[in-house]
């Protein structure tokens, strides 16, 4: 579900699967560890991930949240049109950093 590589000071994560309460506290963490392990820039490739849920989204705004506290940046790329749609509807593509 996870696949984690760096591109230059960017840390770029590609999920694949359901981003849903029965996998967010194992997205959660693995996040988590990334910003403590000091990620400046996070970029998450969503383009495996057709459904996010409501826990789903909270994983997604606290890392956002985590990484705007220190000046830091989430992005989401490859988001599928039933995501963005999701995002439009709770307003946050005002807030995440949107990508292709």
Do not use: W, Y
């Amino acid at each position: 579900m996870f696949e984690h590589s760096k591109e230059d000071e960017r840390d770029l994560v590609r999920i694949s699967g359901n981003i849903v309460a029965s996998n967010a506290g194992e997205l959660k963490a693995q996040l988590a560890k990334l910003l403590r392990d000091g990620a400046v820039q996070l970029r998450l490739d969503l383009a495996g991930v057709p459904l996010i849920d409501s826990m789903g989204l909270t994983v997604l705004i606290a890392a956002h949240n985590s990484l705007q506290k220190t000046g830091k940046r989430l992005e989401l790329t490859n988001v599928c049109q039933d995501v963005r749609k999701l995002f439009a509807a709770m307003r946050l593509d005002h807030h995440f950093e949107i990508i292709g």
